[in-house]
């Protein structure tokens, strides 16, 4: 059927860098239980403070594994193409960032000195912080 996406192709798993990724995440994996394993005779020998790392270091490992089965699942069903930037989706009026609708109203009047008093106050700051680092010898 034409009218139907495209079906992604897994193929993209064996590409080198793919499987740079894969090895990693086996090496990390693989590390990580190592380690909780080294703790747990760590505190089976009186250490009590492994106690807690032999439990740390199997989640750690899950971690790695859900990141990598997220990154997997993200790159196969990339975004849309339609899909709207953040930078492009509305912000509700009021928010910090929201751009006022153009009424020109006696309400608009107050919000634009209230911005343009915002932006001199911003303006003021990134003139202050210039040059911040050189008094201390950093550049």
């Known amino acids: 059927m034409s009218g139907d996406p495209p079906v992604p192709s897994w193929r993209f798993l064996i590409k080198p860098r793919w499987l740079g990724w894969h090895a990693l995440m086996v090496a990390s994996v693989l590390g990580m239980l190592a380690l909780g394993d080294w703790q747990l005779h760590r505190a089976e020998s009186g250490n009590a403070l492994s106690w807690a790392y032999t439990f740390e270091w199997p989640i750690f490992a899950g971690f790695v594994i859900v ?3 997220k990154t997997i699942r993200d790159e196969f069903h990339p975004p849309a193409p339609g899909a709207t930037p953040a930078e492009q989706v509305e912000l509700p009026a009021g928010a910090p960032g929201a751009v006022a609708a153009a ?13 343009a008093a915002y932006n001199a106050y911003l303006a003021r700051l990134t003139s202050e912080a210039k040059g911040h680092g050189r008094w201390h010898g950093f550049r």
């Open 103 to 115: 009424g020109g109203g006696p309400a608009d009047e107050a919000e634009d000195e209230e911005l």
């Open 67 to 69: 990141f990598w089965a």
